[in-house]
């Protein structure tokens, strides 16, 4: 090999390890944020709710900083590292973004939940907290209009059109600064008027339609449309039924927005189970699962966690007919947060982080399965007992709400632990022949 074929090749390893670095970065404030603020706090939260069986005694601004760390601090952070991984680099500057996104993203979580927690100067903290995700986003925006996407197969009129799953992650990232101006503008306004420093109830709960459905969900959808098919051995998604399933998902989300609360959970529940049937993950895999490094019981747990999906739907409609005193809408964010999103990067996390980290595999297969197992037998408690507690059905339920916690909270700490030793303690993969990290995801070694 020549001498310039060896400079390209140690530049190109050198390059793979600096995004692997950068990745970590994301991915262990995001371990924080779930482990710590994220289900640390919501454990303490519905202790407190179990004992004095209801949810007025926990104020609105806990749970409201609980759901801040879960979903922006643990899965936004996730999926912003994960984005700005798949970027293209050029150039040893154009890592400082990324970090620097990482620093403002990370600070502004962190404000948020001192100030919804503590109370201590939040109304300066609420702003600048949704100032710096703000900006954080706009960031990452302005690095992905860089670069130009691949085409995908041609259209209609023979012009390339682009790929489903990428349209599923932008219509994901609109969702995503959607949420993050809509929190922003929130977060000014309650700063300027004082009073709780908590959004009042029935604007949470659109912007929790925004934030889980409008930003989560299709992101989701996008990365399982790129690699189940590979890694279930099962076909590529149908196109038009994903198609379908966006559509309403979008549309139900822009229902729930405007307060057309039914005709929105009705398309939100059609579209969990249209994407079920366009993933393919009823029918039978046509080969072997890719599970190399991984827990064998890998797809079965992504089935289930889609399965979830559909029962979160179908709650969130019971929740519009029944629900008086919270339990039902619970249960119902619950499933699809915890059942779906929560057993998604359980599952996938452990096949795709450590690679792009540039480890060989995840430090340990059964605690893999481990975490899996705790995490959806607390979600599978959580959401049954849930509605029968606070809503009067059956007071013993009230007993089973803290052994739901208990079961989440210890499989969050062993997914930590088990991360954490993955990086620390993992086989590196770098090398001058092992730069096609996706390509090598997709072909199971």
Known sequence: MSNDANSFALAMVTRERQKSLMLRAWIMSGIFFMALPGTLLGFSNLMAIATHHGLGTVPAAWIQGHGHAQA??????????????????????ALRLPLTCCLLWTAGVVMRWVANIYGWHWRALFPMSAGFELVAVLLF????????????????????????????????????????????????????????????????????????WGFMVPVVWGFSARWLHSFLAIAKPDARLFRLALCLDASGVFGGVTGRVI????????????????????????????????????????RIA???????????????????????????????????????????????LPHFAGVYSIYSKRLMFLCLLL?????????????????????????????????????????AVNLVLTFLLGRSSFAAGNLGREASLEQGS
Not at 375 to 391: F, W
Request: glycine share 12%; with cysteine.
């Open 141 to 212: 925006l302005l690095a992905a209009s860089r670069h130009k996407l691949p085409e995908g197969t041609p259209g209609e009129r023979g012009r390339p059109s682009m790929e489903l799953w990428m349209v599923s992650v932008l219509l994901g990232t609109v969702g995503l600064a959607a949420a993050i101006l809509f929190n922003f503008v929130e977060c000014v306004y309650l700063a300027a008027h004082g009073g709780p420093r908590a959004f009042p109830y029935l604007l949470d709960q659109k912007y929790l339609v925004l934030l889980t």
């Open 72 to 93: 922006f601090g643990w899965i936004g952070s996730f999926i912003l590292g994960i984005g700005f991984y798949s970027q293209p680099v050029r150039g040893r500057s």
């Open 263 to 302: 005709f929105s959970t009705i398309l939100l529940a059609s579209s969990a189970v249209a994407i079920g049937f366009a993933l393919h993950l009823t029918q039978r895999p046509y080969g072997q699962a890719k599970v190399l490094g991984i827990h064998p019981s890998f797809p079965t747990f992504v």
């Open 375 to 415: 995490l959806l037998s607390g979600c599978l408690l959580r959401v049954t007992s849930e509605p029968l507690a606070y809503e009067g059905l059956l007071f013993g339920a009230w007993k089973v709400l803290p052994v739901s916690g208990m079961l989440e909270l210890s499989a969050v700490l062993l997914f």
């Open 306 to 352: 889609y399965a979830w999906l559909a029962i979160a739907g179908a709650m969130s409609i019971w929740a519009v007919l029944a629900d008086r005193h919270g339990g039902i809408w619970g249960a119902s964010r619950h499933a699809l947060t915890v059942g779906f999103a929560g057993t998604m990067v359980f599952a996938i996390g452990p096949r795709i």
